[in-house]
């Protein structure tokens, strides 16, 4: 939550000045990308801890025993789902700072000292790197599991 919490207030926040970058910024152009692209990888790791928040509430399966807790496990799983949801906010929010960062006029601006975000930006652009994906899986497991616990008997 704490991480969530300062990540969010990151994208909140004004740029600092290029001379506190984490690459060398010599021009506008550059400084454009970089914005683009810290953007893309803030909200990435937004994406990631979403993806670990809802997994804390994520039941991913519906044992017989588990019946007297079926009001609370629903409850998990609706939390669950926010968090899964607000995961793919943040991943479509990435996607569309990546298609930013990969604009025909960055081709040949490479950012050395942030070369792993320059990594996400082509990764995220040719398919290989696809929270999409993940999350979807995610949801449509998390349905499957709902449908067991509604369709369960309380038992005491």
């Given at each position: 939550?704490?991480?969530?919490?300062?990540?969010?207030?990151?994208?909140?926040?004004?740029?600092?000045?290029?001379?506190?970058?984490?690459?060398?910024?010599?021009?506008?152009?550059?400084?454009e990308k970089y914005r683009y692209l810290f953007n893309m990888h803030i909200n990435?790791?937004?994406?990631?801890?979403?993806?670990?928040?809802?997994?804390?509430?994520?039941?991913?399966?519906?044992?017989?025993?588990?019946?007297?807790?079926?009001?609370?496990?629903?409850?998990?799983?609706?939390?669950?789902?926010?968090?899964?949801?607000?995961?793919?906010?943040?991943?479509?929010?990435?996607?569309?700072?990546?298609?930013?960062?990969?604009?025909r006029r960055f081709r040949w601006i490479n950012l050395q000292k942030v070369q792993?975000?320059?990594?996400?930006?082509?990764?995220?652009?040719?398919?290989?790197?696809?929270?999409?994906?993940?999350?979807?899986?995610?949801?449509?497991?998390?349905?499957?599991?709902?449908?067991?616990?509604e369709a369960m008997e309380h038992y005491y």
């Open positions: 939550m704490e991480n969530i919490y300062w990540l969010e207030q990151a994208m909140k926040a004004d740029f600092a000045n290029p001379l506190y970058a984490l690459a060398l910024i010599e021009n506008e152009i550059q400084w990435i790791k937004l994406t990631e801890q979403y993806l670990f928040l809802g997994n804390k509430w994520n039941k991913r399966n519906a044992y017989f025993y588990n019946a007297p807790w079926k009001d609370q496990n629903l409850e998990s799983l609706k939390t669950a789902e926010t968090c899964f949801r607000t995961a793919l906010y943040y991943w479509d929010e990435a996607v569309s700072w990546a298609e930013k960062a990969n604009e792993f975000w320059e990594d996400e930006a082509f990764r995220t652009e040719n398919g290989k790197l696809d929270y999409a994906k993940t999350i979807k899986r995610e949801l449509d497991l998390l349905q499957k599991v709902r449908e067991k616990f």
